[in-house]
């Protein structure tokens, strides 16, 4: 059965899976667009010029996003040990928005000049809550709309019949070195996984029941383009490619995985970046 819209994977929004940097880049965004733009009626604070009013707001949106985050990942539903989907994406950008625009609304007890009336009213909250995500959703909408491809790339391989799956099993493989002075040549299902070493990546095939290593100079990079018309050779780390079609067993959560392959007794690591990849080709 298909995964229903919000239930589907979705690569976690660059300012959650960063916190950091996604505080700076809020930061950054916020305090330049108001400056240079002005807009809902923007206004300097009471005694503050307007761009260190800005900066302050701008500074209270970074600071409560960041704490927002780590708060988050402490609530189960958006533990780093679940599948991050579209749905958690949408229900964390809302909480960690509605947190930046109560902080903003707090902030203006200090910043605004002192009103003839009390500010503790809803329409004051509501207006703070609705400027703070006008400005800050922005970000927000442009991590989360360059993941949206993942909607219409819903291939999957393992919807192959079983006699697609065998005749790609024993697919042959060519390898040349960079120099052309060397090849390699192996079945798909013999490759367990290569590794970077230095100037050379060295291959770990299993042949005649036990692990070969074969190295080959050249670069990770250079052997991954090799292999690209092989969808289950997948480089997971700037060093590692795996044979996804070998993995046994995986352990870990959003940061990062380790892998465990059939014939190998080397444990594979899966960097944050390329999790989402091997989590559309690997069925527990």
């Given amino acids: 059965m298909k995964n229903s819209f919000f239930n589907q994977l979705y690569p976690q929004n660059y300012i959650?899976?960063?916190p950091w940097k996604g505080a700076l880049v809020l930061f950054l965004f916020s305090f330049l667009f108001t400056v240079l733009y002005h807009p809902l009626n923007t206004h300097e604070g009471y005694s503050l010029s307007f761009e260190i009013t800005m900066l302050f707001y701008a500074l209270g949106i970074a600071v409560s996003a960041l704490g927002g985050i780590y708060l988050?990942?402490?609530v189960p539903f958006f533990n780093v040990n679940k599948p991050w989907t579209f749905g958690r994406e949408l229900l964390a950008i809302f909480v960690l928005v509605f947190l930046m625009g109560t902080v903003v609304f707090l902030l203006a007890f200090f910043i605004e000049e002192p009103a003839s009336t009390t500010r503790w009213n809803l329409e004051t909250f509501l207006d703070s809550f609705l400027r703070t995500s006008f400005i800050a959703l922005i970000p927000f909408i442009y991590f989360t709309s360059i993941n949206l491809k993942v909607f219409f790339n819903q291939t999957n391989i393992y919807q192959e019949s079983q006699e697609e799956r065998d005749s790609a099993q024993r697919r042959k493989i060519d390898i040349s070195s960079k120099l052309k002075k060397e090849s390699l040549e192996f079945y798909e299902?013999?490759?367990?996984?290569a590794m970077s070493d230095g100037n050379y990546v060295i291959f770990y095939l299993f042949r005649n029941g036990q692990i070969k290593k074969v190295p080959i100079r050249n670069s990770i990079s250079n052997i991954e383009k090799q292999l690209s018309k092989s969808p289950l050779l997948l480089r997971c780390h700037r060093a590692y490619i795996v044979?996804?079609?070998?993995v046994t067993k995986r352990k870990g959560n959003s940061l990062g995985y380790r892998l465990t392959l059939s014939h190998a007794s080397d444990e594979i690591p899966v960097s944050r970046s390329r999790i989402y990849e091997f989590d559309k080709l690997f069925k527990d």
């Fill in 72 to 74: 988050l990942r402490l």
């Fill in 16 to 18: 959650i899976a960063h």
């Fill in 243 to 246: 044979n996804v079609g070998q």
């Fill in 189 to 193: 299902e013999e490759l367990q996984f």
